[in-house]
């Protein structure tokens, strides 16, 4: 009886260390993005926020994409 808790305990262990050692390789990738840099703006269609210098111009309005550029700003919800 006593081999076997111990033959668990050093299977729960053996998992602990495993998913520790994997999920800290993730946190490296996270680490290694590089910062945005300037301006974050709002699509005048959507809403999502970008880089301004990823941005397409329209007018005086800036959107996240040639398409929402083409369809142009979103219309305010009629209020009923």
Do not use: N, Y
Request: glycine content about 10%; some cysteine; hydrophobic content about 45%.
């Amino acid at each position: 009886m006593g081999r076997l808790l111990v033959l668990i305990l050093i299977v729960v262990a053996a998992v602990w260390l495993v998913k520790r050692a994997l999920a800290g390789g993730k946190q490296g990738d996270i680490a290694r993005k590089p910062p945005i840099d300037g301006d974050l703006v709002s699509c005048a269609r959507c809403g999502v926020h970008l880089p301004r210098v990823e941005a397409r111009a329209s007018g005086e309005r800036l959107f996240c994409s040639d398409e929402h550029a083409r369809l142009g700003p979103a219309r305010a919800p009629q209020e009923r």
